[in-house]
């Protein structure tokens, strides 16, 4: 699917992991991407590299969306420079660790930038998405919106709130040019930390430890086939969906709780 060279993509999170592999996967399709990521992170080295090796126009923005005020001043910089035909929400935080232990800016901060920097941006674009003749919407939520988990509470709460806010979207603008999807991966082959982090969770962890290369081609090509609810792990959101709240959440702390204890 080829767009005119004028209009972009904007992904947030986008220096390393899923981000990065959005990017990647539109700039393939001939599509102009705009990366958003916090500062420090080779944020400039990876945009220049998207644009010679797939020979797409980037441009990229240092923020730190956990700040209201950064949020604003990126999207009038976005909305006063660019056509924006694609937004993909995939900034998000997690962490683990005991309810008690967490300090008030480490809840805080999850709470802005997963909820309401999704929001707030989703926002402050819509109007310019709705000028363009096609226009699509992807968030990122996560498996945990369908489960609470002990020893990481708030992220799976702010994940509940991004599913039901795209689908509620997606509802509202069906009759428009703008289509909302929203997908809900697991855990991440980001780096090597991570990959540690989560086979420290045993058999359960690497079952379900996902290839950001794969889920982002997967979710472009779903996104424009107009696919509203993308799962790329459809045996973890069955037992999810079959599995009652009394044997998933103990299930999914333990796991979560070996984290800890390593």
């Given at each position: ?9 904007v992904?947030t999170g986008?220096s390393?992991?899923?981000?990065k ?6 700039a ?12 420090n992170?080779?944020l400039?080295?990876?945009s220049k ?7 797409v126009?980037t441009?990229?923005y ?6 209201n005020?950064n949020i ?6 976005l ?14 935080l997690?962490g683990?660790?005991k ?12 709470l802005?930038?997963n ?11 819509l ?5 363009q003749?096609?226009?699509y919407?992807?968030n ?8 609470p988990i002990?020893?990481k509470?708030v992220?799976?709460a702010?994940?509940?709130?991004i ?10 603008l ?7 999807s929203?997908?809900n ?6 780096n090597?930390?991570v990959?540690?982090?989560?086979e420290?969770?045993?058999?359960l962890?690497r079952l379900t ?6 889920v ?12 509203s ?8 959101w ?7 709240i ?7 702390t ?9």
């Amino acid at each position: 699917m080829e767009m005119k060279r004028e209009s972009y993509a904007v992904v947030t999170g986008a220096s390393q992991g899923l981000g990065k592999a959005f990017a990647e996967s539109l700039a393939k399709k001939n599509i102009n991407v705009i990366l958003i990521s916090l500062p420090n992170q080779n944020l400039k080295e990876v945009s220049k590299e998207i644009a010679e090796i797939y020979h797409v126009k980037t441009e990229y923005y240092e923020i730190d969306l956990s700040v209201n005020e950064n949020i604003f001043k990126l999207t009038e910089w976005l909305n006063r420079s660019f056509d924006i035909h694609i937004l993909i929400n995939n900034a998000g935080l997690g962490g683990t660790m005991k309810f008690v232990d967490a300090t008030s800016d480490y809840i805080n901060t999850i709470l802005q930038v997963n909820i309401a920097a999704t929001s707030l941006i989703t926002h402050q674009l819509l109007p310019n998405l709705l000028q363009q003749p096609q226009s699509y919407i992807l968030n990122v939520s996560s498996m945990a919106a369908f489960s609470p988990i002990g020893f990481k509470t708030v992220y799976p709460a702010s994940k509940t709130f991004i599913h039901s806010f795209s689908r509620g979207l997606y509802e509202e603008l069906k009759d428009t040019n703008v289509f909302v999807s929203v997908v809900n991966p697991g855990a991440m082959k980001t780096n090597s930390d991570v990959c540690r982090r989560i086979e420290k969770q045993g058999f359960l962890g690497r079952l379900t430890l996902l290839d950001p290369d794969k889920v982002a081609r997967y979710c472009i090509d779903q996104l424009f086939k107009r696919d509203s609810v993308i799962m790329v792990n459809p045996f973890s959101w069955l037992a999810m969906k079959v599995l009652p709240i009394w044997i998933t959440l103990p299930l999914m702390t333990n796991a979560i709780k070996k984290e800890i204890e390593v």
